[in-house]
């Protein structure tokens, strides 16, 4: 394998990780989760689990990460103590199949994103919708295929060149832009409507699923349980310590989060469009927002665009995953390996791509789709799944052990991870983790 580069800064850092949430996971599916779990009440419980679920599963995979310079399918093997190293191989074999499965979809949202900056490029804003463009099939091959492409391009030209540099700049553009956008939606007539949707907990609709949902959206947002973080951390030195970068990135997304239902909720209830109409939520809500706006398609374009640009690095940080977990286990060069992975990722993707049109596919409730069957796979399973094996890994002798784990955590300047935090690690987290994931399984909307 080759030598694991250095990340150029600390700004790029943690841009580039928040950004592989804010593309997809904040400003698609948050507020799409939102929508569908009671608004302000499924805010206050995802902030909650951000805070005591996220923040300890990112530190701890960044950690994991950084300490074991390999990809997440060896990571654990590499740092568990003598004796116990096999025992560990299947949770990096997890890492591997979450990451695939994720790829399956996000690759094709991404895709519709593209499309709709395309569409609002060529002045054509007016003209298509979220479910005419899911149902054409050459529509999302072709956007599909874009998207792959120029992901495994760039990966070609390793991780530091290819992707923390387009993304820096374009993570910061994009906040800038989304502040504009949610000053606009406030000043809409149906802003206090929707403020209060969003913003007003209302603590009767709090259910069990609120809390499941919150819980997997946490771990998504911020593409921890499965090796996302895993793979920054081991191109990060040891200047600083990574419990202030953790809060750095969670307190990034976060913010990223907020403006979007803030730019969102206000636009569903001044122009009636559903809150709760899941996927369709980011792409309707934000066209009919420029739609009517002076100049929109020119603010269109640019959100677009910086969409473009988040969601990519979200595609380009599970391929160079993918990537560098197939390339340990074959022994590939990059470009061989960009191609082969490209290929894969293509074919799998078809399913969700062609998955509302020629692979009709209904795993679960009514309505259900490809996409839903992935993303059942990553946020119901693999993310708090790993969540709990990190927790495990990191705070128990069976796996690498607390001792190593403040070490490696502690290395650098910045806040530390504290002593009496080990409970919290040990029992606390793991615990919360099973019982929530539990529940989850048992009242899963299976049919």
Known sequence: MEKRERLGSRLGFIMLSAGCAIGCGNVWKFPWMCGQNGGGSFVLIYILCLLVLGLPTMLMELTVGRAAQTSPLYMYEKLARSGKKKKWKACGILCLIGNIALIAFYSVVTGWIIYYFVKFLTGQNREFGFEAMIADPAVNVVYLLVTVVIAYVILSFHLQGGLERITKYMMLALIVLMLVLAVHSLMLKGAAEGLSFYLVPDFSRITGATVVSAMNQAFFTLSAGMGGMAIFGSYLEKDRSLMGESINIIALDTLVAVIAGVIMF??????????????????????????????????????????????????????????????????????????????????????????????????????????????????????????????????????????????????????????????????????????????????????
């Open 266 to 447: 206000p636009a569903c209830y001044t122009y009636g469009l559903e809150v709760n109409a899941g996927p369709s939520l980011l792409f309707d809500t934000m066209a009919s927002v420029f739609n009517n706006m002076s100049g929109g398609r020119w603010w269109g374009t640019l959100f677009f665009l910086f969409m473009v640009f988040a969601a990519m690095s979200t595609v380009l940080g599970v391929c160079e995953n993918i990537l560098a977990m197939i390339r340990e286990l074959t022994g590939w060069s990059r470009p061989k390996g960009c191609l082969v992975c490209g290929i894969g990722t293509f074919l799998i993707a078809l399913t969700t791509a062609l998955g509302y049109s020629v692979f009709r596919f209904q795993p679960f409730a009514e309505g259900t789709a490809w996409l839903d069957f992935w993303d059942f796979i990553v946020s119901t399973n693999v993310m708090p799944i790993g969540a709990l094996i990190l927790a495990l890994f990191c705070s128990n002798k069976l796996g690498w052990g607390w001792e190593n784990f403040l070490s490696e955590a502690n290395a650098g300047e910045g806040m530390k991870v504290k002593g009496w935090m080990k409970p919290v690690f040990r029992y606390f987290v793991p615990v919360v983790i099973l019982f929530i994931y539990i529940y989850g399984m048992i009242n899963f909307q299976w049919k």
